[in-house]
């Protein structure tokens, strides 16, 4: 099985400025990639920033800037936190990034975990899972060319019109992420496809979510998605499953070419449809270097 590479995008203090990610955007382009990818993190707290997170820029303005330098690469979020926005105004922002890249967008979203974050933007954190499925039941509509009615939870939409579409009609492609059944079930209920989280047990009870932390593990999962995927009356094989390989390791500077491919191969062997693959920094001059170098050869191995 093809396995296709996403690129994730951080932003190091010193990562230089827009000629150096139109720069990264490209090469990831002529490697053969097949996303480019920005989380979302609006305002996280120090802590959480010195003990492992990382900076992004907002990930529709990042993924717009890279629409520009490119013309085929996908463009996806990793992950979308609905609940942090209104549905509608996330509706417009979504589809006018796959109008201006040319139908270029998948939506991978979830409900996020980062409490202070929540706090920080007004949100009830205990609401974020009813507020991804009302943001997730607005853009399944949001569309059809009539006018949107809605009642949310915090927001009443009487015959709202949201022009123009996307290109990616009924809506761009929607990958949810999370673990546990709720998540899984939310991913075959309303979804295209399942983001899985790589995590151990430190990570998962930082993210709120199951552990997952082996292939074998990785494997089981994904069967068993599929399986339900077929019970629910849905195609299987055009669920995507989307699994990272592991960062704790595939990022490591001193990781084997060898080491890092038999990883994606083994990623490929339980089903994976789509690897994430960290670069061993967050300068994007290193990265760009990084995919040129090794995410070439990644590619051309696999493919």
């Not at 339900?228 to 055009?238: F, I, K, L």
């Amino acid at each position: 099985m093809q396995l296709t590479f996403i690129l994730p995008v951080s932003v190091g203090q010193n990562s230089g400025g827009s000629s150096d990610l139109a720069e990264l955007a490209r090469a990831a382009e002529t490697a053969g990639m097949g996303a480019l990818a920005y989380s979302e993190h609006p305002a996280p707290s120090r802590k959480w920033l010195d003990n492992g997170g990382h900076d992004s820029f907002d990930p529709l303005v990042g993924l717009a800037f890279c629409a520009a330098a490119t013309s085929r690469i996908r463009l996806m979020t990793l992950l979308l936190v609905l609940p942090y926005r209104n549905p509608l105004l996330a509706a417009k922002s979504i589809a006018s990034l796959d109008v201006l890249s040319g139908g270029r967008l998948t939506v991978v979203a979830g409900a996020g975990y980062l409490r202070s974050e929540f706090l920080a933007l007004g949100v009830d954190f205990e609401e974020r899972n009813a507020l991804l499925d009302e943001s997730l039941a607005v853009l399944d509509s949001a569309w059809r060319g009539e006018g949107l009615s809605f009642t949310g939870r915090h927001f009443d939409a009487i015959d709202q019109g949201l022009r123009p579409p996307p290109v990616q009609l009924p809506r761009p492609p929607i990958w949810l992420g999370g673990n546990s059944k709720v998540a899984k079930a939310r991913a075959i209920r309303m979804g295209n496809g399942w983001a899985a989280v790589q995590a151990d047990a430190t990570i998962s009870g930082t993210t709120r979510t199951a552990a997952l932390e082996t292939i074998p593990q990785i494997g089981e999962a994904i069967v068993a998605i599929r399986e339900d995927v077929a019970s629910a009356g849905g195609d299987p094989r055009s669920f995507q499953v989307q699994v990272e390989a592991f960062a704790g390791n595939f990022a490591r500077e001193d990781l084997s070419y060898a080491d890092r491919l038999d990883q994606l191969r083994a990623l490929a062997a339980v089903g994976a449809d789509h690897a994430v693959v960290h670069p061993p920094t967050d300068q994007i001059a290193d990265a760009t270097r990084f995919v040129r170098e090794v995410g070439a050869r990644l590619v051309s191995d696999l493919s």
